[in-house]
């Protein structure tokens, strides 16, 4: 299966499960166009304008998250199993970590392989603020963030994952 199709699929299973009220109300022509879509007859900005007519019609309804209150503390970051599989969504949980200065961040490797937690600037280049040993299954690794801003880290035995940890 390619991607587009996967993702037609998905997007069939949102309409029609997750708003079934309104499914009724999607128009044929941006059901049209996204059969068009994975057929490759129309370009991926064409069928994103389709689906953005749903969402400004509210056929989708898009609900906004309310701001997360920052931990604080004492936080974690699990490394969840699957996490190294470049195609898992397995990544950070949460993703992007968010906390208040003087909070503890503690990543717990809840996978079955090695993981590092390495600090790196928003380019990749590594910087050296915080570098973990290879964590096993079950080992942790704490720092403690006593300034705000935008954190970024990744794996070096995996280093195409990578998360934040933001600090208010
Ligand atoms: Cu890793």
């Not at 390495?118 to 570098?131: C, P």
């Not at 880290?153 to 995996?158: L, M």
Request: charged share 15%; aromatic share 14%; with cysteine.
């Amino acid at each position: 299966m390619n991607n587009k199709i996967a993702f037609f699929s998905i997007f069939v299973v949102f309409l029609f499960a997750a708003n079934l009220a309104h499914a009724e109300s999607v128009p044929d022509w941006v059901k049209n166009t996204a059969k068009f879509w994975t057929e490759g007859k129309i370009t991926d900005t064409e069928f994103l304008n389709a689906i953005k007519f749903l969402i400004e019609k509210n056929i989708i309804q898009v609900e906004a998250k309310p701001a997360a209150k920052p931990a604080s503390g004492v936080a974690n970051v699990v490394i969840p199993n699957g996490n190294a599989e470049v195609g898992n969504a397995g990544f950070y949980i949460p993703l992007n970590l968010q906390v208040t200065s003087g909070t503890t961040v503690v990543w717990i490797n809840d996978d079955n392989i090695h993981h590092t937690v390495q600090s790196q600037d928003e380019k990749g280049n590594v910087v050296s603020l915080f570098n973990s040993k290879a964590l096993k299954t079950g080992e942790r690794f704490a720092y403690k963030f006593t300034e705000s801003g935008v954190y970024h880290y990744f794996c070096t035995i995996h280093p195409w994952r990578v998360g934040l940890v933001t600090v208010y």
